[in-house]
């Protein structure tokens, strides 16, 4: 299926990691151009010197670390930079750490608010208006299963992640009638280094070893298995495609059957 992306520019974030990366790689290999945003410059040269020949030009970067406040603007520069637009905003960030509940503290939870929410709501409404000035646009936001169905020792994530969906759900029906799609994709065990963090976590906590934790966790998914980053690569690309045209204010599960409810 040719998802029509030829033309296309994306600005993909947090696209030295796991989820990010393959969204960025999968656009690229549909055809977009792509620029991938991180806040390691060696990481980002690193990761566009292995692109075969033939996508390596098709892709930039731009360094930014969303914790600082320049971040928006720097990400919005750089990625207008090429082609003067971008029609496709991936939204992403790192995930907070693990921990109680009973445990966060009010300064913590405004440090994380700042680097997984401010900055995407702002870059968002800095790219949103061209995108509906010329009628086409796609804003994905990486999200998790956590806001279907709240992830235990997950207390930060969750909290952040259900005022994103807030905001980007409102937005959505505000700009549907101009073209533009705003969806969230919400991983639900997807193999990354986040992944492995959180059950290495898991594993000391309970002492288990990591292999009990892993078999513990692929025990409670359908599917029996974690899910890979090209596989949510896959799903993020549709919903940029010319085909999701009618899907929006969705949250789309990539999660192997895991979350229960309906
Ligand atoms: N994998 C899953 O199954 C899953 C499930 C639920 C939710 N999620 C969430 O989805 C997001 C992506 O997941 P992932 O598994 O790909 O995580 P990951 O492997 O940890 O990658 C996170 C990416 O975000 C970047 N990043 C972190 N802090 C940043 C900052 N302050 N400024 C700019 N970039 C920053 C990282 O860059 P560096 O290389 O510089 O660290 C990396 O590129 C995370 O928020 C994660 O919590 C993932």
Not at 31 to 39: E, H, K, N, P
Not at 79 to 97: C, E, H, M
Request: proline share 6%; hydrophobic share 45%.
């Amino acid at each position: 299926m040719d998802l029509g992306l030829t033309d296309r520019h994306a600005l993909v974030l947090g696209a030295t990691g796991g989820l990010g990366r393959a969204v960025a790689t999968t656009l690229l290999a549909e055809g977009a151009s792509v620029t991938f945003a991180g806040r390691d410059a060696g990481k980002l040269d690193a990761i566009l010197a292995e692109l075969p020949a033939g996508m390596r030009e098709q892709a930039d970067s731009v360094v930014a670390d969303l914790g600082d406040p320049d971040a928006p603007g720097l990400l919005a520069a750089g990625a207008r930079a090429r082609t003067g637009k971008v029609d496709i905003l991936v939204n992403n960030s790192g995930g907070p750490p693990p921990g109680p509940p009973s445990t966060v503290s009010a300064e913590e939870m405004q440090a994380q608010y700042g680097r997984m929410v401010t900055p995407l709501i702002a870059l968002t409404l800095d790219l949103v208006g061209p995108m509906r000035a010329q009628g086409w646009g796609r804003i994905l936001t990486i999200s998790s299963s956590g806001v279907i169905q709240p992830i235990p020792h997950l207390p930060v994530s969750n909290a952040l992640r259900m005022s994103l969906l807030g905001f980007m759900k409102t937005l959505a029906a505000e700009v549907a009638s101009d073209g533009v799609t705003v969806n969230l994709v919400a991983p639900g065990r997807i193999l990354t280094d986040r992944v492995r963090t959180l059950d290495a976590a898991a594993a000391e906590r309970a002492g288990k070893s990591l292999e009990e934790v892993q078999a513990a966790s692929t025990g409670m998914i359908p599917a029996g298995r974690f899910g890979s980053p090209e596989e949510f690569g896959a799903v993020a690309a549709f919903l940029a495609s010319v085909h999701a045209s009618y899907v929006t204010g969705s949250t789309l599960r990539v999660d192997g059957g895991m979350i229960r409810s309906v």
